[in-house]
């Protein structure tokens, strides 16, 4: 109910803000995103490095709707993965490892500081609401690579612990952030940016509250099961006992979050149609035909 009030909040901010200053510049422009990707959760918990950071990549659209206002939206990918052996050396004996693939589709309202119209430099914020596709997945000790959702490491969906609900692969998540661009030209600018996405989900790592019995887990999900949910028992001199029910595993109070952090080269969408048009009027030119006189 909060995100479709929040979409709604925004969608009426738009077409608040579109009437006034027609004098200003509102063709639409296309950039490209390249940059990198990472996440803050339980198996990293720092809340912004560079380390073990992925290429990401994105397209998105910018509408302007007067001298202060854009609308864009966009899609945007990448790789996240954090392991404990990274982690912070009292969680190192967890030994818990993921990885995931990001695939983000979203719309949001950008703020202009300075007027490029009369300037080539801007910085900008800007803030929305996105849908997310996720799938943690990690390699058994034998290197085979294993999704884990349906493992229900954490009891998640088991008739045994009605309190584990199932989470969902795809959620909803606020993106925040600015960066600043740059005119290099009539129509293209090049810039950087910094944005941060705030899920409602503490399972993108899939680890976020505590140990459940081993034996159920077993039973319900099969050894594979057990073997992931706790890890510490392959490392030389690890606890070899699985935790007791209720041990911590997590910290549910805390949802994860994923940013991404990259340069952008924006183009108006009228200057890419003209290229195109331009290449396909060269590609049509044809020797003339001989003509007798």
Known sequence: MKTRTLLFVLLCICIGYSSPAQEQDKAATISLFTGVINYQGDLQLNSFTLRHANFAGGVFIRKPLNRWFTLRGGISAGKIEAADKWNRDDLKSRNLSFSSSIKEAYLGLEVTILDMSVG?????????????????????????????????????GLSQFPEQKPYKLTQFSLPIGG?????????LNVGFEFSQRKSFTDYIDDVSSHFVDANVLQQQRGTIAVELA?????????????PSQGDQRGTPS???????LGTTLEMKLSNLGSMFRSNRSVGSQRCPRNVAY
């Open 179 to 187: 960066g600043a661009k740059f005119a290099i030209s009539d129509g």
């Open 120 to 156: 080539r430099f801007t910085p900008y914020l800007f803030g929305g609401i996105a849908i997310f596709h996720f799938n943690p997945w990690t390699l058994d000790k034998n290197g085979v690579k294993t999704f884990l959702k349906p493992l229900s490491t954490e009891g998640q």
């Open 254 to 260: 805390e949802a994860d979050w994923y940013y991404f």
């Open 230 to 242: 706790y890890r510490a028992d392959e490392l030389p001199g690890g606890r070899p006992l699985f």
